[in-house]
């Protein structure tokens, strides 16, 4: 063999050889939790919060870990209910995916079922912020799932990669970090390089940042939640073919409104959008009470857990105080100690939670609970009356700077 051919034959065995070490040691490192051949305390059994794929590697914990119990939404329930937080009904995974609406739940579902996963119970997080539309906007196509080759490149990317690679260094070196961006095995986000940001800034910036985003996004949102001429949305669409079905696999399915800071719902109130949100519960009861129209087996239940209560208003530290919060991160992201709470009114537990926090929502007490919301915001802003000035505050200048 002459030298040319002893090159190109070294060169192929180094490059087969190269392949084969990196996917072999991301293979064993595993930092997505998708090959689970080796998990040990110290090395990797820490894994980095995934920045890509995040859907497929969590649809990939769930069926490996096959659980009873399912948990959807967006952001609000992938930071703020931990799966590993209290016993439940059987194993639970965390399946909410930040930024996504309920499409991306359903899509979730169609999948799940598809692969012969069958859920005992749903809790849904809807996100009333996502039903908001203008009413004469042209309609959403409805989203159809990738297939063929689209649904097998991530399993290559996250073996064979420059990223792969790096997100199995990265998994080493957390191992003894208590502020790195993890997932737990049951795909939950605990936060913890918030917790550095917080330890050493306070919460205050969270708070301030997120009540600026809000002002900004509320004032120019959409001031309704259907078509025009139509009664229904892409949204609303989704929502009920996911409730459909689940009904008729005989899930139970809790539906929750999420539980907002008070600072947030103050927002509501000084952007003119509370008359929207309180439309939007009635039309969820409407939507709950169609599916047990068309499926007399149906078990679905929805509980409001927004409001003004003792946890929704908790107070906001001030700038330069380093105390932390008990129950949010800001506005609208709740912690686990809160989502703890929510489960306890939702599935029950030794703990009872706060009277008023979690109603069952029903046409009957549709208006009992809309005077014990309003009983709280007045308890809520004689002990913080500076968070609703803040809030009046913040939108006055926003309006100004626009006119």
């Keep these: 063999m002459d030298d040319f051919g002893r090159f190109i034959k070294w060169m192929a065995t180094a490059l087969v050889a190269g392949i084969v070490l990196v996917c072999g040691f991301v293979t064993v490192v595993d930092p997505y939790r998708l090959h689970r051949l080796v998990e040990r305390d110290g090395f990797n059994a820490i894994k980095p919060r995934p920045t890509r794929y995040l859907s497929e590697i969590k649809m990939a914990g769930a069926r490996a870990t096959q659980p009873k119990l399912f948990l959807m939404g967006n952001s609000r329930i992938d930071v703020g209910i931990d799966p590993d937080a209290r016993p439940l009904a059987g194993p639970t995974y965390n399946l909410a995916l930040p930024g996504t609406g309920v499409a991306a739940s359903r899509q979730q579902w169609m999948r799940l079922t598809t692969d012969g996963v069958r859920p005992v119970t749903l809790l849904l997080g809807v996100e009333f912020f996502d039903f908001l539309t203008d009413p004469v906007a042209a309609d959403v196509p409805d989203q159809i799932l990738p297939g063929g080759l689209a649904r097998l490149r991530w399993k290559i990317d996250t073996v064979f990669s420059l990223d792969a690679l790096l997100d199995a260094a990265r998994t080493l070196l957390i191992q003894r970090d208590p502020y790195a961006a993890t997932m737990s095995a049951r795909g939950f986000n605990p936060l913890g390089d918030y917790l550095r940001a917080?330890?050493?800034?306070?919460?205050?910036?969270?708070?301030?940042?997120?009540?600026?985003?809000?002002?900004?996004r509320f004032a120019t949102a959409p001031r309704g939640i259907v078509l025009a001429g139509s009664d229904t949305s892409s949204d609303?669409?989704?929502?009920?073919?996911?409730?459909?079905?689940?009904?008729?696999?005989?899930?139970?399915?809790?539906?929750?409104?999420?539980?907002?800071?008070?600072?947030?719902?103050?927002?509501?109130?000084?952007?003119?959008?509370?008359?929207?949100?309180?439309?939007?519960?009635?039309?969820?009861?409407?939507?709950?009470?169609?599916?047990?129209?068309?499926?007399?087996?149906?078990?679905?239940?929805?509980?409001?857990?927004?409001?003004?209560?003792?946890?929704?208003?908790?107070?906001?530290?001030?700038?330069?105080?380093?105390?932390?919060?008990?129950?949010?991160?800001?506005?609208?992201?709740?912690?686990?100690?809160?989502?703890?709470?929510?489960?306890?009114?939702?599935?029950?537990?030794?703990?009872?939670?706060?009277?008023?926090?979690?109603?069952?929502l029903d046409d009957a007490g549709w208006q009992a609970n809309r005077e014990r919301i309003a009983r709280e915001r007045r308890a809520c802003a004689a002990s913080e009356p500076a968070m609703f000035r803040d809030a009046a505050a913040m939108v006055a200048e926003l309006r100004a700077r626009r006119r």
């Excluded at 917080?198 to 900004?216: I, L, P, S, T, V």
Aim: proline share 4%.
């Design 236 to 360: 609303w669409r989704e929502l009920g073919r996911l409730l459909d079905a689940a009904a008729g696999q005989g899930t139970a399915v809790e539906l929750v409104i999420y539980p907002y800071h008070a600072q947030l719902m103050a927002m509501l109130e000084q952007t003119g959008l509370w008359p929207v949100f309180e439309e939007w519960k009635l039309r969820l009861l409407r939507e709950v009470a169609r599916v047990h129209q068309t499926h007399a087996q149906a078990r679905i239940t929805l509980s409001d857990f927004s409001g003004y209560g003792s946890l929704q208003c908790e107070h906001i530290p001030a700038r330069g105080d380093l105390t932390a919060t008990t129950w949010y991160w800001e506005s609208g992201h709740f912690k686990a100690a809160l989502g703890d709470v929510m489960l306890t009114r939702i599935f029950g537990g030794a703990d009872p939670a706060p009277p008023g926090f979690g109603v069952r």
């Design 198 to 216: 917080a330890r050493d800034d306070g919460y205050h910036g969270f708070f301030q940042q997120r009540a600026m985003e809000n002002a900004r």
